[in-house]
């Protein structure tokens, strides 16, 4: 039986063959370690500062600003607890929104457990967060505004820009947790104005196991991982080499190839969608009125539980936009913030497509999805 065909690319992505042919040598080779200061440390080393400056360049900043971690939940419990203890002084009030990725939202939580104040801002139907909601939330006590650049369910893209300039105004720092972003839109943390951005590997055809964090120079940071001084004294634990080498060749990757990245990328999302609503009219698509990544399609088709049509889908594999517990199926809370009501919000599926993404796939995995539906209609 052949593999079905995958439309999850927002859940990970494989490792780019380009990826792997970089890792090799350096899993073969470059097993000294990087703090030693003899020939095969320093090899390891030199291989490292080369990843270090291609992270870099794809998000247009200085290469000693870019933290390498194990990923972007570590990336993002580094920016949002290493700031706010290095700011508790200063208060201890965080902002963010209703609809991050639980690797913002429970280091937030954690927070709010220890005594801070975290306020979350709703977003408007379309699942964008509106800049003037969270420049009424600051406060002078405020350490960190932080707002995911692109959501992970519906795509939608936020207002960085805005959102920064509200946040510089008042002198507080701001994090972005970009793992959805990066490879799939132009990422470079001037142009967002944000202070501090996640990176996740196995987002953008690197492995799973590694990330970076991006610390804008003079931002006030406490280090999340203790131990010796690696990584500038940021992020304790020697470095994963091989692992390093990989996300740096997938960000050289996607700085190549960006331009013909994002436009296969979103001609086959629409494809897909004009497809679907060929056959299904009563399609309804979340987020199509705000800017969206090119990827992704989230769409309800009313009347059909989307974990149902799931277990009964084969050939392709894809995303509900419903938790299932106890049989039950209960609607994201991101679709929920949204407005979107229960009913609908229980019979939507996440599409996303990505690099490797075909004309024939996306046409053969149409057929099969709106086959389903109509079978379950």
Known sequence: MSDPIYLDYNATTPVAPEVIDAMLP???????????????????????????????????????????????????????????????????????????????????????????RVSRAGVDRNGRVDPAAIAALLTNETALVTIMHANNETGVVQPLGEIAAAARARGVVFHTDAAQSVGKLPVRVDDLGVDLLTVAGHKLYAPKGVGALYIRRGTPFGRFVHGAGHEAGRRAGTENTAQIVGLGTACALAERE????????????????????????????????????????????????????????????????????????????????????????????????????????????????????????
């Open 26 to 116: 350096a899993l073969r080779d470059l097993w000294g370690n990087p703090s030693s200061d003899h020939a095969y440390g320093r090899r390891a080393a030199e291989a490292i500062d080369v990843a270090r400056a291609r992270v870099a360049s794809l998000l247009s900043c200085h290469a000693d600003e870019i933290v390498f971690t194990s990923g972007g939940t570590e990336s993002n419990n580094a920016a949002i607890i290493g700031v706010a203890e290095a700011l508790a002084g200063r208060g201890r009030h965080i902002v963010t929104s209703a609809i991050e990725h639980p690797a913002v939202e429970e280091p937030c939580a954690h927070l709010e457990r220890r005594g801070w």
């Open 258 to 377: 960006s331009g013909d990245r994002i436009a296969h990328m979103r001609a086959m999302r629409d494809r897909l969608a004009a497809a679907l609503g060929v056959k299904l009219p009563n399609m309804v698509v979340h987020g199509v009125k705000a800017e969206r990544l090119p990827n992704t399609l989230s769409a309800a088709f009313p009347g059909v539980d989307a974990n149902h049509l799931l277990s009964r889908l084969e050939g392709v594999a894809l995303a509900a936009g419903a938790a299932c517990h106890a049989g039950k199926s209960e609607p994201s809370n991101v679709l929920k913030a949204m407005g979107v009501d229960d009913e609908l919000a229980v019979c939507t599926l996440r599409m996303t497509v990505g690099r490797p993404t075909t004309s024939d796939e996306v046409d053969v995995a149409a057929e099969l999805i709106t086959r389903a539906v109509l079978a379950l209609g």
